[in-house]
């Protein structure tokens, strides 16, 4: 195994109906769980922020066991039978409350458990055989990009752990328009998501994280591709988890996965590291 530490992960998790129909996105990431672990070992944990799970502060889920919640309505029955229930890690989640205590709002652990959606549809792809413990993080919505940078730095040391630290989302969301206007799964790309997707992919890659922090004064398209930003933002917590503070990473993020449904909504995947040389085999 490798002795550079284990990048941090955001991934696009989509429709809940992911877990039924996996598509490009959920065939990548059952790829992509063992090409991680053939390099850096099955994680210790999986730490996931999901913006299923937002507080107004952040809490983490502390419980020793996690059952799979469908916290949706409206889709057929087999998606309700779905079920990707495992072993949580409490001394993890009370790690994470010790690092996070001393930011704005710090962090409560409590002994609750559960995953919501944007956690299971990812992790049931990643790691199948559901047998690495996991802590759910909750999302802090209304924290700005910085905030939640900030957040992920504050848990830089889980990685020297082997923890892996995801964040999941999605890069872009406008269920509104998935609602008034519904296109086809396999429909071609719309303009202004093509124009948001690379236009992240440029700043990002280029290591412009003041654009990225101003996101939505900046970018191409960003209020009709996040008319909220909630799915958006761990985005920027996967990314601090793996940033140093005060040091340039020119090269620590990477576009891993690439891809569109219904027009507009991206399940595209970026992974951050410290240094390019831990995302050898992977890009």
Known sequence: MTTTLRPTLFLSHGSPMMALEPGHAGRFLQGLGPRMDAIWGKPKAYLVVSPHTATPTPFVLGADHHDTIHDFGGFPEPLYQVRYDVKGEPDVAREVAQLMANLPGGCRWIDRGGLDHGIWTVLMYLNPQADVPVVPLSLTPHASPEQLMQQGRALQSLREQNVQIIGS?????????????????????????????????????????????????SAPYAVEMHPTDEHWLPFYLAAGAACSPGQAHPGMAKRIHSGVTHGHLAMDAYVFASGSEALEGLV
């Not at 997707?197 to 890659?205: G, M, P």
């Open 169 to 217: 989302g999605s890069l872009t969301h406008n269920l509104r328009r998935f609602f008034s206007s519904p296109e086809p799964v396999d429909a071609a790309e719309d303009d202004d998501c093509h124009a948001f997707r690379e236009w992240v992919k440029d700043k990002a890659e280029s290591d412009d994280w003041p654009a990225l922090w101003r996101y939505r004064a």
